[in-house]
């Protein structure tokens, strides 16, 4: 067996665990205050079916299926985001979430889409600074979608598109100016419609979060200030308890890998959601009905 | 009546067997190559077995495959609303066999066939072998 699999994590450096940021990121308390699954489900969000549930017993099986068979969503996520200086967090959060649940459908990472994450918070807060909720910007995307940053040739696959951040971006990101939703290119709406979550989960415990992240699905959470998405989990050590040892791997929106325990993860049930589906264009080569 | 089959007719009659062994040429009532494989299913009920959603990913990592295989969740829909064309006919078809179903397609959106309830690799790859 291969001792690096998901039920033998190693974390290379502890640093890496339970991250907290001193400087804002963007998900201040006041905010972090109205994510609750109360609200979630008065936007549309459903609660967690019973046929997705894995007992804990049997979840570092399915973790070893989904190593062997490359069903994570770390399997298939495409790139890092980088957020820094902004407080765009919740919108980077949220961007993995939707491009995760797109390559799930998809069965794969080739021909991804990449979504602005400027796109939402732009209308989220349109001071740019300050940050905003991590339902807030999933109720913005659920009504009215995202727009495709210009990378990747995607600048030929559909009608409007616009840079992913405000922030230092990378190599798979694109950075710009501030901008303000008015600003966007006109007829924007139109795109923006094909780019959207459809069904969302909201799970009300840390054993429905892990079930989802064993279907491959990413949650979206907020947690001491910082929104983050998870996308698998994997136990730091043997042993029986499923509990124990447990760890939620994410990509930050500054370009690494960093680990919440279980401690951490118990702490963003309250404001986490799981999108499950997103609108499928009518052929994935012509996502943008350019043709 | 004597039968007599000159070279022509003989490798006219090869040919044409050849071809329609191999799925090359579509004629009335056949189907083409295999070019879609999708597993539709109603997550209310069930998920994507792990070694069915294992079997998709490896079918599209095989870039020399000509086969996209993806799931399709029955509720979900384009950006107006309506059932992606490029799933209407996978659809139609998982539903008059049941669900889950695993349906495999051509170029046209002909269905070549369909498998109930798929659990296993295996099963999956015999479907577009």
């Known amino acids: ?149 210009p990378i990747w040739g995607q600048e030929d696959k559909f009608w409007h598109t616009l840079h992913g951040t405000a922030g230092k971006g990378n190599d798979n990101n694109s950075s710009g100016r501030w901008t303000a939703v008015r600003n966007f290119p006109e007829g924007w709406q139109e795109t923006a419609m094909l780019l959207r979550p459809l069904e969302v989960i909201n799970p009300r415990s840390i054993e429905q979060m892990v079930c989802l992240l064993l279907h491959g699905r990413l949650i979206g959470v907020g947690r001491s200030g910082h929104s983050i998405p998870y996308n698998k989990v994997a136990w730091e050590g043997g042993g029986s308890d499923p509990m124990k040892g447990l760890h939620a791997p994410y990509p930050d929106s500054y370009n690494v890998i960093r680990y919440d325990s279980t401690r951490m993860m118990r702490s963003a049930v309250g404001g986490s959601y799981c999108i499950w589906s997103t609108t499928t264009p009518d052929d994935w080569d012509d996502p943008g009905e350019l043709l | 009546m004597k039968l007599e089959i000159n070279p022509y007719t003989f490798i006219g009659i090869v040919g044409i067997a050849y071809i329609l062994m191999n799925d090359g040429v579509c004629l009335p009532g056949t189907t083409g190559q295999i070019t879609q494989v999708v597993y539709v299913y109603e997550k209310d009920s069930n998920p994507v077995p792990r070694p069915v959603a ?34 209407e006919a996978a659809l139609k078809g998982a539903r008059e066999s049941g669900l889950p179903a695993l349906v495999v397609l051509d170029a046209d959106g002909r269905i070549i066939r369909v498998v109930s309830s798929p659990t296993t690799e295996e099963q999956v790859m015999e479907a577009i072998d």
């Not at chain 1, 699999?5 to 804002?24: A, Q, W």
């Not at chain 1, 069903?71 to 979430?97: G, K, V």
């Not at chain 1, 918070?121 to 659920?142: D, F, R, S």
């Open chain 1, 1 to 149: 067996m291969d001792k690096r699999d998901s039920t033998n994590l190693v974390i290379p450096d502890r640093s890496l665990i339970d991250v907290e940021y001193d400087s804002n990121t963007g998900y201040p308390s006041h905010l972090a205050a109205r994510d609750t699954p109360e609200n979630l489900e008065m936007m549309g969000a459903r609660d967690f079916p019973d046929s997705l549930w894995i007992d804990p017993k049997d979840w570092k099986d399915a973790a070893r299926d989904n190593d062997k068979y490359k069903l994570w969503a770390e399997d298939i996520r495409n790139r890092f985001t980088m957020q820094a200086p902004t407080h765009e967090c919740t919108s980077h959060a949220l961007a993995q979430c939707f491009e995760g649940a797109w390559n799930q459908q998809r069965k794969g990472k080739g021909d991804p889409v990449c979504v602005s994450q400027i796109s939402i918070y732009a209308e989220a807060n349109p001071g740019q600074w300050g940050g905003a909720g991590c339902q807030q910007v999933l109720g913005i995307a659920l009504r009215r979608g995202f727009l495709p940053e």
């Open chain 2, 54 to 87: 294992g079997a998709l990913m490896a079918i599209n990592a095989d870039k020399e495959s000509g086969i996209e295989a993806t799931e399709f969740e029955e509720d979900t829909v384009d950006g107006d609303g309506d059932v992606p064309e490029q799933y």
